[in-house]
């Protein structure tokens, strides 16, 4: 269990090297650790000044009540300490934020162009949620494209950016595609608080504060 300091818990790989899907004691999270092995240009490091800053921009954006867009909270850090040296890591819930009552179901979005291991004759799940929309329809898949899927991704990315000076990198491992029970896509989510950037001067412009210790 998470909240016992001892032994080992299942989990499972995603598409971030360094965070895993839990599921402990009826829950399910992610848990985005401390890695110290270069990936690309930087180490892959969880210290105090990272957790405090994903706390600070969750809380922010937990204000907003967007109709199309919402995020995965980063709810839970904890630091180990000795000496100068700092191991933390990072609890992400999977429930979006704005809650809603309806039951709905998250699709990362690379998965929505990625062959399927097993059948790879099959459409991508993009065409087939299109398709599910349809309802024997035909010529009208790139407005549904454009409207289910695209205006609220770029409208989104749009809004955090001039809005709130928030530049998220919405690539296709961060974002996700929100559906219902019927397979239509409801909202754009954004997973990964570490990965966005503040534009100071676009904050300055919307009268908000730019007092963040990383990222600016």
Same mark, same amino acid.
């Given at each position: 269990?998470?909240?016992? &300091?001892?032994?080992?818990?299942?989990a499972?790989?995603?598409?971030?090297?360094?965070?895993?899907?839990?599921? +402990?004691?009826?829950?399910?999270?992610?848990?985005?650790?401390?890695?110290?092995?270069?990936?690309?240009?930087?180490?892959?490091?969880?210290?105090?000044?990272?957790?405090?800053?994903?706390?600070?921009?969750?809380?922010?954006l937990?204000?907003?009540?967007? &109709?199309?867009?919402?995020f995965?909270?980063?709810?839970?850090?904890?630091?180990?300490?000795?000496?100068?040296?700092?191991?933390g890591?990072?609890?992400?819930?999977?429930?979006?934020r704005?809650?809603?009552?309806t039951?709905?179901r998250?699709? &990362?979005?690379?998965?929505l162009?990625?062959l399927e291991? +097993?059948?790879?004759?099959?459409s991508f799940?993009?065409?087939?949620?299109?398709?599910?929309?349809?309802?024997?329809?035909?010529?009208?898949?790139?407005?549904?494209f454009?409207?289910?899927?695209?205006?609220?991704?770029?409208?989104?990315?749009?809004?955090?950016?001039?809005?709130?000076?928030?530049?998220?990198?919405?690539?296709?491992?961060?974002?996700?595609?929100?559906?219902?029970?019927?397979?239509a896509?409801?909202?754009?989510?954004?997973?990964?608080?570490? +990965?966005?950037?503040v534009d100071?001067e676009?904050?300055e412009?919307?009268?908000?504060?730019? +007092?963040f210790?990383?990222?600016?």
């Amino acid at each position: 269990r998470l909240d016992i &300091p001892e032994g080992y818990v299942e989990a499972f790989p995603t598409s971030s090297v360094r965070t895993v899907v839990v599921q +402990d004691g009826g829950f399910t999270t992610m848990v985005k650790t401390d890695l110290r092995k270069k990936i690309g240009e930087n180490m892959r490091q969880l210290k105090r000044a990272h957790i405090l800053y994903s706390l600070q921009v969750g809380k922010e954006l937990s204000e907003l009540d967007l &109709p199309r867009f919402a995020f995965l909270p980063e709810s839970i850090g904890a630091v180990y300490s000795t000496g100068a040296e700092e191991v933390g890591m990072i609890v992400r819930e999977m429930s979006p934020r704005p809650i809603r009552s309806t039951r709905r179901r998250l699709i &990362p979005f690379f998965s929505l162009f990625s062959l399927e291991r +097993d059948r790879p004759a099959d459409s991508f799940l993009l065409c087939q949620i299109i398709d599910n929309l349809l309802v024997g329809k035909t010529g009208e898949e790139f407005e549904i494209f454009e409207e289910k899927i695209l205006k609220p991704y770029i409208s989104s990315w749009a809004y955090l950016l001039l809005k709130r000076g928030f530049s998220a990198e919405m690539h296709a491992q961060n974002t996700l595609l929100e559906i219902d029970n019927r397979g239509a896509p409801k909202r754009v989510i954004y997973r990964d608080l570490q +990965d966005v950037f503040v534009d100071p001067e676009l904050r300055e412009i919307n009268g908000l504060s730019a +007092d963040f210790n990383r990222n600016v």
